[in-house]
């Protein structure tokens, strides 16, 4: 589902549940329920796989999805996460054994 359709199915349930919960402030125990259902029904459809960005790998531009559970994916395969790694280690290695490194003080 796009996330300009989930957009517009939570605001209609919102409105829904803004006007049943007006309803249940003058005793209405079914507006009450409606109401309860409605905003139970829009946090669910806004908690939907979302838009999480796109991939970190710097050649992808994969668009990721997020389900709402747990922490929002970096990468869009372990492919992109492990070439990712490998260029951070290569490049630390690379880091470590260069000239300028050898020239700063020992601090320890």
């Known amino acids: 589902m796009d996330t300009t359709r989930r957009h517009i199915e939570v605001c209609a349930l919102l409105r829904r549940a803004e006007t049943a ?3 249940a402030v003058n ?6 329920r409606t109401a309860l259902r409605c905003i139970t029904e829009a946090r ?5 796989g979302g838009d999480a960005g796109t991939c970190e790998h710097p050649e992808c531009s994969n668009v990721l999805t997020y389900v709402g ?4 994916p ?17 490049a630390a290695r690379a880091l470590l054994k ?6 700063l003080p020992d601090l320890t």
Do not use: H, K, M, N
């Not at 559970?69 to 929002?72: A, F, K, L, S, V």
């Not at 260069?98 to 020239?103: D, M, N, Q, V």
């Open 69 to 72: 559970r747990g922490r929002p």
């Open 27 to 32: 005793g209405d125990q079914t507006a009450a």
């Open 21 to 23: 919960a007006q309803e």
């Open 74 to 90: 970096r990468f869009c395969s372990p492919d992109c996460r492990e070439s990712v790694y490998r260029a951070t280690q290569i």
């Open 98 to 103: 260069s000239p300028a490194l050898a020239t």
């Open 44 to 48: 669910q459809r806004a908690e939907e």
